[in-house]
């Protein structure tokens, strides 16, 4: 009788496990990482995943839990009868981001601890204005010369350029063309007295196609001591 009795809890146990794989098998989707650039005048992109049930057994997303707060998730269907679909609606939201983000969902089944799946996502939020470096900095050993900064526009969506801002009576900004063709224009920056604490910021304004104001901001920083 006992050995009948281990035989049928072995037996229950294989069966758990096998169930367990098939759930893992009867998930499929039609991608797991999506792409989408977003324009100036979008606030949110939308990225979709088509999910099939290919078993035989109904299953319930219970749960999607994201990496990033600015990022979730709608589903179109929770429970998925077997050969249905449902639709992951990815929510990525921009704020003042700017770049290239890779984020990811992570979609949990009823009852189970682990993710079955996880879906990847890349935004890329254009950057209107490029200015390299940011940060100028001359510190008490540094070469008192004049720095360069590279400024790249996105001519798919800028439309001009129409200051650039700075403070005169500390710093001397001089717009230039970039004789090796590889950026729009350059900036050369000169503080008018190195031996001057300075904290200050040159700010390129612009607007896009879309009438948005877009702006670059370099911060510059002098200690003399």
């Known amino acids: 009788m006992h050995s009948i009795s281990k035989i049928l809890s072995i037996f229950t146990c294989l069966t758990l496990w096998a169930g367990q794989g098939q759930a893992e098998v009867a998930i499929k989707w039609n991608q797991t990482e999506a792409r989408a650039e977003l324009k100036p005048n979008e606030e949110q992109a939308r990225l979709h995943f088509m999910v099939t049930n290919s078993g035989k057994e ?13 990022v979730s998730a709608l589903i179109d269907r929770r429970i998925i009868r077997p050969n249905g679909q449902s639709k992951v609606t990815a929510i990525f939201n921009k704020g003042k981001r700017i770049g290239k983000h890779y984020e990811r969902l992570f979609v949990y089944l009823d009852g189970e601890s682990k993710p079955i799946s996880t879906l990847r996502i890349t935004v890329q939020i254009p950057v209107l204005i490029e200015a390299r470096p940011q940060i100028l900095y001359w510190a008490p050993n540094s070469l008192k010369t004049p720095e360069t900064v590279n400024v790249d526009l996105d001519e798919r969506f800028i439309e001009s350029i129409d200051s650039i801002q700075y403070d005169p009576m500390r710093l001397d900004v001089t717009r230039e063309a970039d004789p090796k063709n590889r950026v729009d224009f350059l900036l050369r920056v000169v503080p008018l007295n190195f031996n ?13 196609k879309f009438g948005v104001p877009t702006e670059a901001r370099i911060q510059v920083t002098i200690r003399p001591f």
């Open 58 to 70: 109904l299953v319930r997303i219970d749960r999607i839990e994201t990496s990033a707060g600015n």
């Open 196 to 208: 001057l604490p300075l904290r200050d910021v040159i700010i390129i304004r612009g607007k896009d």
